[in-house]
């Protein structure tokens, strides 16, 4: 009789023991202290050798049912609470697929690509057209077509990256104006974007560059109509009216040549001391002039109905002097942080 009572008191201890249980290392104290080599249990099964034959065979059935009882019950227990842990995670982890997106922060346009869209878009709206060309050019397209004779310096093997094939890297994308002409005729309106290369390389000079050249093909076009053209490019690509002057200079695909100088967009001319124009108040942004006969010739137009002006800005410098680059090599050396944090102070830049 004392070992019934024992066992119902163990098996009250484990009720009250399992109702108290709020996770899976609770119940595997619980599964230690009843059913472990020395649980209250276990401990039980082991006295029975002790008692009379007529009091073993109850008595074992009674340990017997309480021990199937305590793993049923630590089983269910179990499953419950990982059932519970299982739908509070999916309730804390779950993706409710009706809500709006968060959406991704987007890249942007590097300066120089930003530079190149600004003024396709403003020339684009003076009525040009873009037109592309290989940048891995032929001898005749790159000099031979935009009247450069053999003996020119330009041709000289510091200047541009010849191959063995007798190909080059174009040192401009004028070649793209003699291959307009060619397929489209007169009259034409196009601008050439693109990598040029040439063997330089310093503060202010890289190897590989961004152009953009320009060119109008028509009859009766005059001086002023391209000077007209330039200050309104220019002047909507920096947002405001700026002083100008031109320059006679030489090219040998145009004739006559000159070249464009804007007042400083740092200072105005008014700061002597200015790190971007060096106090002169002047900024040289582009070569142009009349095309050449020769060249319209060599494209299969005849120079006594048509001629034309082009002309020729560098991307990379109109970037440098927008948004106040104090370095043409930050450009190239893949280093975002300078252009994140809106241009370092020392460098005298301003935020892109």
């Known amino acids: 009789m004392q070992d019934l009572l024992n066992i119902k008191a163990v098996r009250d201890s484990f009720i009250e023991s399992l109702n108290n249980a709020k996770t899976l290392q609770e119940l595997d104290e619980i599964r230690v202290k009843f059913t472990g080599k020395k649980g209250d249990l276990t401990l039980l099964l082991r006295s029975l050798g002790k008692l009379p034959p007529e009091e073993r065979k109850e008595t074992g059935q009674e340990l017997n049912k309480l021990r199937d009882e305590i793993e049923y019950s630590l089983t269910q227990a179990g499953k419950k609470i990982r059932d519970f842990e299982n739908e509070k995670q999916e309730i804390n982890e779950r993706i409710d697929v009706t809500l709006p997106e968060r959406g991704r922060l987007s890249g942007a346009f590097h300066p120089v690509l930003q530079t190149m869209h600004e003024i396709a878009d403003i020339m684009q709206g003076l009525g040009y057209s873009v037109a592309t060309g290989p940048e891995k050019e032929e001898d005749f397209y790159n000099f031979e077509c935009l009247n450069v004779p053999s003996w020119h310096p330009a041709r000289d093997m510091q200047d541009t990256f010849y191959f063995a094939d007798g190909t080059l890297l174009r040192t401009h994308t004028s070649p793209v104006q003699v291959r307009a002409m060619l397929e ?3 009259p034409l309106r196009i601008i050439c974007p693109g990598k040029v290369y040439r063997r330089d390389n310093d503060v202010t000079h890289s190897p590989m560059f961004n152009q953009m050249e320009g060119l109008l093909v028509d009859k ?45 967009v740092e200072c105005s001319g008014n700061d002597p001391h200015c790190r971007v124009c060096h106090g002169t108040g002047w900024l040289e942004v582009a070569g142009m002039g009349m095309v050449h006969p020769n060249v319209i010739r060599a494209g ?24 106040g680059i104090g370095d043409l090599r930050l450009l190239f050396d893949g280093n975002i942080s300078y252009f994140l944090s809106g241009f370092d102070s020392k460098e005298g830049g301003k935020k892109c």
């Open 220 to 264: 009766n076009v005059s001086f002023s109509i391209m000077k007209g053209t330039m200050t309104e490019m220019l002047n909507a690509f920096f947002g405001k009216s700026l002083k100008s002057r031109f320059r006679a200079s030489y090219f040998p695909f145009t004739e006559p040549s000159m070249e464009l100088d804007i007042e400083c």
């Open 300 to 323: 299969k137009i005849d120079p006594d109905k048509y001629n034309g002006f082009a002309f020729g800005i560098g991307l990379d410098r109109m970037a440098m002097l927008k948004y």
């Open 184 to 186: 489209y005729g007169a």
